[in-house]
């Protein structure tokens, strides 16, 4: 079996506590996009100093808080996506303007209305960038033990700023995988 093989859309990357890239250090990846070409994702515990409403004025008011953007990776951050979590019964496939990820997520396109989308959605974040991995490259570094690969929630795309995510997901996997989120940041503070 690929050790990419349990990775599809609405799955989560968690950073193991080893993995020293900065861009990725203690992150949780929320998985949008997985094909046998590449596989595309979202940090979602990475936000940042700017407002949505300084780059995205119709959107800011609506946005989840704390209402600033949130550094979706290292690639394209000038490219923003934005991510809902929908109100139940909602099909995305039936809706212009939303595109399905996995289950209540859904993609937004931030070119469209937000007052016709609102209705249907009980929270968003927008994200600048986002994490990308060519053909067979996540499935190495899974390998290698850079990523432990678990279910999302919809809630995940929504947790505050101020939410230790990365230990949340970790600590709700059980044992042993809770106990990693008791590592410490900086090891010589141990």
């Given at each position: 079996m690929r050790p990419d093989a349990e990775v599809e859309p609405g799955s989560l990357l968690v950073a193991a506590p080893s993995l020293n890239d900065p861009n990725f250090t203690r992150t949780v990846v929320y998985i949008i996009?997985?094909?046998?070409?590449?596989?595309?994702?979202?940090?979602?515990?990475?936000?940042?100093?700017?407002?949505v409403h300084d780059v995205l004025p119709p959107w800011g008011?609506?946005?989840?808080?704390?209402q600033c953007i949130y550094i979706g990776g290292p690639v394209e951050q000038k490219t923003a996506l934005c991510l809902a979590a929908l109100k139940a019964g909602t099909d995305p496939s039936a809706v212009e303007g939303l595109v399905g990820v996995q289950g209540p997520v859904a993609l937004i396109d931030l070119?469209?209305?937000?007052e016709d989308l609102m209705p249907l959605v009980r929270?968003?974040?927008?994200?600048?960038?986002?994490?990308g991995w060519g053909e067979g490259q996540l499935a190495g570094e899974i390998e290698r033990g850079d990523w432990i690969v678990v279910t999302g929630l919809a809630d995940d795309v929504?947790?505050?700023a101020n939410v230790d995510l990365w230990g949340r997901v970790l600590r709700r996997q059980g044992m042993p995988l809770a106990l990693l989120s008791t590592y410490p940041k900086d090891v010589r503070e141990n």
């Open positions: 996009d997985q094909r046998p070409e590449g596989t595309l994702g979202v940090v979602l515990n990475r936000p940042s100093d700017v407002a008011p609506h946005v989840t808080k704390p070119d469209a209305e937000p929270g968003l974040r927008v994200f600048a960038g986002y994490s929504l947790v505050g």
